[in-house]
């Protein structure tokens, strides 16, 4: 879809923004180097880590915008900015950051693209608004019965836009133009007119908007953008996930995961600092893309401990000694777990006729998705945290032995039921645990050996059915496009066996 | 040809569907010539990602078997009505199979049922009003955008079907449905639905149904409550279907074994975990589907003077 | 819930409405004995055998009505009649019908529970909304806040309606009684008030509506009162059946199904006398319990060929003799397929927390299946025709073998693989076939073979999500209730094999 | 006791989940005596299906352990918000825990953050609020039905949360909700939220968040044109969540053998068809589940005058 210019490779080797993540500070709830930031405009949001030097990029092609991030430093949240052509001399001093390793693409931000953000001096509200809005000068046609589809009716081509933005004309004149020379449009009735003005704003919509990252955000943006990294854990997947799992301050949790470190990163925002959150995983890299982006303080992560499941395998592992060797060891396993996961390579010979769906629906998100690839991999490299080492494993092997946690999550792309059987134990009495997968089939497993077991009682294994709805005047539907499945959840109470 | 009256051998003049995957398949029409853009007739060749072919050769060929292609190969399909709904030229926004199977499901048609429907659209349910009330039955359509019946009509005629189904230029706001027969079905798919009740009534037969489909809950909200005020309408009910199509795939998951040998554990150091690869088949749902097509409404008309 | 004196005996034994089904005859579009009729009082709905001299009941204990039929007899459909207690002479006269093999259950009939049917003179909107609406007297509290549910709200007890109801007193006003003694009605917001009519219309409801039976309608009440007979075949999944499987009048269809025959009846209905449709079934006795319902004509039956399954052994059929020993072998198989479906027993050790919906929602239902069990059972003994024999099939066996046929549809409780390997070869190329059933790994077994043999192509495996919405003013959204699984269904395209 | 700070051991005054089977849990109130329905104290027994018990035998015992009723036994359970919205005494219709966890996500709550609650109800969603916010954040709770704003007063005293929640009677409507902070986040459950938002205005932090809980699309539309027409809420959505709650079973499916072998095919006479039994283990959905409970509305609060 969109390519950025603050890319991953300028990022990864720029060392002093990793140092800013470490010492956020400053303005808590505003807008400054080395904070992670949602950017809005229209149906798009993107998550950087954000440099006042950098650009960000949305569209491409003749409305490419690459716009300049320098105007948004130091504001607070939620206000509105809109993209306007950047002035010569700042075109003419705009150059890389010098932290880029990379050399300057020319043939990726040419001088016309380039765009500087200014604060608009409306409220929010009215500046997202007006552009939605239809001018006045446009009326609504009463129903679309003199429409021709002929290709005639957009005289506005592709060409003719691009030449406008050499022109330094704005969106909202470009759009208006559109609008006045589709010979169709003031005959369309108002459903499809705004249909119309959708899709346009997604090409030619300048008011940008940053937000402070959330989990509900967090969740949102890694579903749409790249369910398999998450592991198809839906946004409402994840809000039950944490009820069942009774997350509270004070609570000393036990989580498996490698979702990201999105489940981490919402345990810990809801123990506030307070508790424990152990987080086991395999080999000495937990995931921490979706944690990173929280802007944690040191305070938040207080309660994060990390447990590499290699120190868990049974055997006397409480009175171990780790020697050298031991050490490649850990790193074999490492280098397999880090592997991709295989989902999109799993699909066989019996891949059935919904892929008309897959293809159709999935052209737009596989675009996104590769997007995304780089934005994590990128993220995965600035580690908020080194590695955990052995120091580190050890307490956490004591302190998982010495602990009745109070919730037990398993989030991983791995088969959960040896993970259970492995960590259930762990649980005081009368606490819950979830399991959750993208699939029944594992969970059902999981299901038959707690049962068999007698150590689990209320199990449930659950899916939802989520949607969104439009509420429009004259206009209320529910969204058009929805995500059937939203992976599955095993939840229990764990008590004394039988 | 007809899409109903089924025929092993493709003849000229069949509408053919090429079929080379679940994404990819086109009607052709076997013509010798076709119109090109500027509206003269060419010869009739058909691109396909595999290269392309003179349509002819589709003749004398057998429904259901293989084609070959420049560089590669594909099926040829007999036209059914769920077929041309996944292919038909959109003239408008259409209305899918789940909607349509449920809508004339709901109307309770069969072989000589009336039926009327406005606007025609892209005829996708028409062409399923016409193969339900076959052979006997007849569907009057409507649509006020002029060259969209013409087309639909033209369209009728190349899948012959013709004989059962009427196609006619009209505002039924305005105009009403001027059909002679009492209909046993009336079917609305327009912006205003509301707007045509007094002519519904009019053209129903007593214990007829009306159906209207609607994308905005609004829409629904006035139309039932023109059939409440109107009271000749009784058992309204308004439903949502939603199909969802699955792909069939294996998944395999890493299984991982915590168990140390007595050798390992005696040796107190620490040693990979070993993996264990679990497959499993199961049901994958699209990354994405079908969120809402609209609200179907069914009523069905008892007039004020009772039969007895 | 209610029992009926209009059962399942009286009719068995009863040769002269048996005879009645036969030669329908006389009013197409009539009410007359030996007809199946829908009777519909407000929510509740029953598919019986219209006798005029016969009672049907609705309510029990003290609201128990046993409401004569005779007045409906001769009248038309759509009309709306009024329970009204029974005259003293017509209690005096009411004697069971002769054919009664059973005697006159005293205990069950009281005389004022007897109501007798009068045409409404109203039109049938006006009959059916005045129930639900509200008398004037009766005005909306603005909210609840001052309702207290101390038990003592509700001042009518169940002794003093079944007093006023021997007083010969309306059902409407009991209604206005209740609620006008009701302290807290008049508190409650027009939502809640409107539950609690529809509640209350369950018990005290007296306007009854008759209507056609039609296929959209027994679909719906066998989905609804007894999934396990259809084998949990939703409606809407049936409609898509229809689609996919190409039906059409002129059509020759091949057809497996032990799912009451609502399958065949839907099938013939949309052939209308046009065409064929082969009912291929295990043991003599196909089910039919629906499809009698139809009151289809001869000419309806027309299509109808009956295959029992037996006689489609591979091996050489074409050119078998059969000899009485056969007869025996046929009545065992018989006897064995008549077994009732396992799957209330299959619950198994492993059964899910999910229980508690399962006996929550239940209930209802639960009672609701017994009740139609007496029915079905009734009906399937009371045969549309006789058991096909010999002769039947092997004008059948020669059918199939001869015809290219233009669809095929298996929905049964067996397992569809193998019926699908010996059916699919009978299509003519380029039709469709379809399969449903209520699990999905029994379906994805199919589709691996088609695939395997390359002789299915736009093979897809659908399931649907289906709900309905209440539509009233200020009070629009979903009903609260929906059925979230309505089956599976696989579907394709025969085409040569590769 | 607590319900957020867990105790390994049952004491007096606890409440107790009494865990019998997935459809039969109560919620005991750990107490020597209790009221009955004359309102005089006697001796607290509890009755089962597996006859009764003196509750005072709970104390000492360890939760999740098993307990011995005369005629079985039960398991005792520590109370968790979820299984007190399964259990508590309806004294309203009540939020479940799939919108009750939607409406605590979507609000993005943490320890700390301010909540406003109206109306109380029964308390099912106030539980999870303050589990949420603890134990540095406050629940401000509003019901305009005194009764039920004493009860659930009582509530939260018992269950150890009075800490972190204020209840009031309070008509918000007319008197608004006079906290003193402004809120991170507004929750309203009430017949019209839409004349409420004047108020909520006043109460919001900037970039603070309300959620309005409706049944019916009309109430929907009006909170959402009363907050579009305020001009200071941005971000507005509107969502709906379904939870099925699915079994675990084995289904047996008989499957038929169509060949003959040699002898019999050779005999020319009809033989039984051969069976098998296909067993598998499958994913059973209820044959009922909520088909809707509410529509849930997020807005974001951004001022007019922005801060900078």
């Known amino acids: ?498 | 040809m007809s899409f109903i009256e089924r025929n092993p051998i493709i003849k000229e003049g069949d509408t053919v569907i090429l079929f080379l995957s679940v994404n990819n398949h086109y009607p052709i029409e076997v013509t010798k010539y076709k119109k090109n853009k500027s509206g003269n007739y060419v010869e009739n060749k058909f691109q396909t990602i595999y290269g392309h072919f003179d349509v002819m050769e589709l003749v004398g060929k057998k429904y259901g078997t293989k084609f070959h292609l420049p560089r590669g190969w594909a099926y040829v399909l007999h036209p059914t009505c769920e077929l041309w709904t996944k292919t038909l030229p959109h003239r408008t926004q259409i209305i899918y199979t789940p909607d349509i199977s449920l809508i004339i499901f709901g109307l309770d048609l069969a072989p000589g049922s009336i039926v009327i429907e406005a606007g025609t659209g892209s005829g996708s349910l028409s062409h399923a009003f016409i193969r339900t009330v076959y052979p006997t039955g007849h569907l009057y359509t409507f649509d006020f955008h002029e060259k969209r019946a013409d087309q639909a009509r033209e369209e009728f005629q190349k899948h012959g079907l013709n004989s059962w189904v009427t196609v006619g230029h009209r505002d039924v706001i305005s105009d009403g449905f001027d059909v002679e027969k009492p209909a046993d079905a009336v079917f609305l798919d327009l912006p205003k639905p509301w707007e045509v009740v007094p002519h519904v009534q009019r053209s129903l037969k007593r214990g007829g149904k009306l159906c209207t489909f609607s994308p905005c809950i609004e829409q629904v909200q006035k139309t039932v409550e023109a059939l409440k005020r109107s009271g000749e309408f009784v058992m309204i009910k308004t439903q949502e279907v939603l199909q969802r199509s699955n792909s069939i795939q294996y998944r395999i998951l890493t299984s991982l074994d915590f168990s140390l040998d007595e050798a390992e554990s005696a040796s107190g150091k620490l040693v990979p975990i070993k993996k264990e690869q679990c497959k499993f088949r199961t049901l994958i749902p699209p990354p994405q589907s079908a969120g809402h097509t609209g609200y179907i409404t069914f009523a069905t008309f008892v007039p004020g003077v009772s039969s007895s």
């Open chain 1, 1 to 498: 879809m969109a390519s950025e210019t603050n890319s991953n490779e300028d990022l990864v080797t720029s060392s002093s923004a990793t140092a800013a993540v470490g010492g956020l500070g400053a303005d808590e709830d505003g807008i400054c180097d080395g904070k992670y930031v949602v950017v809005e405009r229209g149906d798009q949001q993107r998550i950087i880590l954000f440099k006042s030097n950098q650009t960000i990029t949305f569209g491409k092609g003749a409305t490419q915008q690459d716009i300049l991030l320098k105007g948004a430093s130091g504001t607070g949240f939620l206000n509105a900015f809109k993209a306007s052509p950047a002035p010569p001399e700042v075109i003419a001093s705009h150059k890389p950051s010098s932290n880029n390793s990379k050399p300057w693409k020319k043939s990726k931000v040419r001088p016309q693209n380039l765009f500087v953000l200014e604060r608009s001096t409306d409220p929010i509200v009215k500046s997202i608004n007006e552009f939605y809005q239809l001018p006045d000068t446009i009326s609504s046609g009463v129903d679309n019965r003199n429409i021709h589809d002929d290709n005639t009716s957009q005289a506005m081509k592709k060409h003719d836009i691009e030449s406008l933005r050499g022109q330094g004309v704005s969106s909202k004149e470009i759009l208006e133009t559109i609008i006045t020379s589709s010979k169709s449009f003031n005959q369309k009735t108002e459903f499809a007119q705004e249909k119309y003005l959708k899709k346009k704003e997604k090409i030619y919509g300048d008011v940008l908007v940053f937000r402070k990252p959330s989990i509900s955000i967090l969740s949102d943006y890694y579903f749409k953008r790249d369910p398999v990294k998450v592991l198809g854990l839906r946004p409402d997947t994840l809000s039950q996930l944490l009820s069942y799992a009774n997350i509270h301050a004070h609570g000393k949790y036990l989580i498996f995961e490698n979702c990201c470190g999105l489940i981490v990163a919402a345990v810990l925002n809801r123990l506030g600092g307070h508790g424990a959150a152990l987080h086991c995983h395999i080999g000495s890299n937990p995931q921490r893309q979706a944690l990173v982006c929280m802007n944690f303080t040191d305070e938040d992560l207080k309660p994060m401990m990390n447990l590499d499941m290699l120190y868990l395998l049974r055997g006397n592992v409480e009175k171990m000694e780790v020697g050298p060797d031991d050490i490649a060891a850990v790193a074999v396993v490492e280098a397999e777990s880090s592997e991709e996961p295989k989902t999109k390579k799993q699909k066989l010979e019996c891949d059935a006729g919904s892929d008309s769906d897959d293809e159709k629906n999935g052209k737009d998100s596989y675009n996104e998705q590769s997007e995304v690839e780089e934005e994590t991999t990128f993220v995965t490299s600035r580690r908020l945290m080194a590695s955990n080492n052995k120091e580190d494993n050890e307490t956490s092997v004591a302190y998982f032995n010495e602990t009745e946690f109070d919730g037990l999550i398993i989030c991983g792309k791995e088969h959960p039921l040896t993970l259970l059987q492995r960590l259930l134990p762990r649980l005081a009495l009368s606490t819950p645990f979830v399991i959750y997968c993208q699939y029944p089939e594992p969970l059902m497993d999981c299901y038959v050996w707690v049962k068999e077991k007698g150590i689990g009682i209320n199990v449930h294994l659950v899916d939802n059915w989520f949607r969104n709805i439009q509420v429009e005047t004259e206009r209320t539907h529910p969204e058009i496009n929805m995500s059937p499945s939203g992976g599955y959840l095993l939840y229990g109470t764990y008590i004394v066996g039988t």
